[in-house]
């Protein structure tokens, strides 16, 4: 890593035989090829722009840190105390008190109506099961919370399909089912359609 040189050391002179500038440039060249590759086979989640609401302001109504080190998934958004009621819902992805490297949507008060959400039981109740669904750029993310076996995290599937990758929660995630079930859109994609998004879990019939 490069670095400015203290008040006692002398900072070397290049020489034309280390050519630094052109290895520089080509370093960069390398890495920008890396990360592209990293994108293309899906190891990467594609990034948006980073306007995101105020951290100062929001909370995560969904948290947890990830198995990528220091990143985190989380779901943010404003409470309205007196009205109980939340605004500028977003998704982020990345270091916790840095800029996230992914947002969903750019602009938060669109977010109660692009991600989608449903909730039900599972392996006859033993598994509480909470799905918060998004699409961006030809991708399907799924915030997806097991109580049972299946654990936490997001999931990102291509147009045809196929999972391309999956960040797990590294830890019991922070969640609050009911806020975002009265705050998210009901996601009518869900295999249960609407009966997954009343106040109660979908529970199926024995």
Excluded at 2 to 31: D, F, H, Y
Excluded at 56 to 70: A, L, V, W
Excluded at 77 to 96: L, M
């Amino acid at each position: 890593m490069n670095r400015r040189a203290g008040p006692n050391e002398k900072m070397e002179k290049p020489t034309n035989r280390t050519k630094p500038k052109k290895r520089r440039v080509r370093s960069q060249l390398i890495s920008v090829i890396a990360v592209l590759t990293l994108f293309k086979v899906g190891l990467l989640p594609p990034s948006l722009p980073t306007s995101f609401a105020n951290q100062d302001t929001s909370y995560p109504m969904f948290s947890c840190e990830t198995n990528r080190p220091g990143k985190f998934i989380q779901i943010r958004g404003v409470e309205d105390p007196s009205e109980r009621v939340w605004s500028n819902i977003q998704y982020t992805f990345g270091r916790d008190g840095e800029p996230p490297e992914m947002v969903y949507p750019s602009d938060p008060a669109k977010g109660a109506k692009s991600l989608f959400f449903s909730h039900e039981y599972r392996d006859g109740g033993a598994d509480y099961y909470v799905s918060i669904r998004f699409s961006t750029g030809g991708f399907t993310y799924r915030v997806f919370c097991h109580t049972g076996k299946g654990g936490a995290g997001v999931s990102v599937t291509d147009a045809r399909g196929k999972v391309v990758s999956t960040i797990k929660c590294i830890e019991r995630p922070s969640i609050y089912a009911a806020y975002l079930q009265r705050t998210l859109a009901c996601d009518l994609k869900s295999p249960h359609g609407k009966a997954a998004c009343a106040k109660d879990p979908y529970r199926p019939a024995r």
